[in-house]
């Protein structure tokens, strides 16, 4: 049973940083692409990140280019997102979510590809 717990979250003030923790359990991910997405109040579930977990290659939203960063630690079996420069409209929920597989590449903004979601963590950006 695939298990994403994510944790990090917070309030923090525009121009600030945090970095979100996805702890991944009961599978080996290295053939998984591990996914950030965030939902708003009213607004639908948005893609921010992805990563392959075996090569390590990235994508983000636009929105989003240039302040985060998401990576993974193998040996922790964990992904992170670096977020830096924070705006009152990063404010939401935060999703780890894991696309086993086969995975198909350009579809990683999809969140309908990703087969295990977390809880969510909040972040909230004040300005």
């Known amino acids: 049973q695939v298990q994403l717990v994510e944790s990090g979250g917070g309030l923090v003030q525009a121009g600030g940083s945090l970095r979100l923790s996805c702890a991944a359990s009961?599978?080996?991910?290295?053939?998984?692409?591990m996914g950030w997405f965030r939902q708003a109040p009213g607004k639908t579930r948005e893609f921010v990140a992805a990563?392959?977990?075996?090569?390590?290659?990235?994508y983000y939203a636009d929105s989003v280019q240039g302040r985060f960063t998401i990576s993974r630690d193998s040996a922790k079996n964990t992904v992170y997102l670096q977020m830096n420069s924070l705006k009152p409209e990063d404010t939401a929920v935060y999703y780890c979510?894991?696309?086993?597989?086969?995975?198909?590449?350009?579809?990683?903004?999809?969140?309908?590809?990703?087969?295990?979601w977390g809880q969510g963590t909040q972040v909230t950006v004040s300005s």
């Open positions: 979510a894991a696309d086993r597989p086969p995975t198909a590449y350009g579809l990683h903004y999809v969140p309908a590809r990703y087969d295990y």
């Open positions: 009961g599978r080996t991910f290295s053939n998984y692409v």
């Open positions: 990563i392959r977990w075996s090569g390590g290659s990235t």
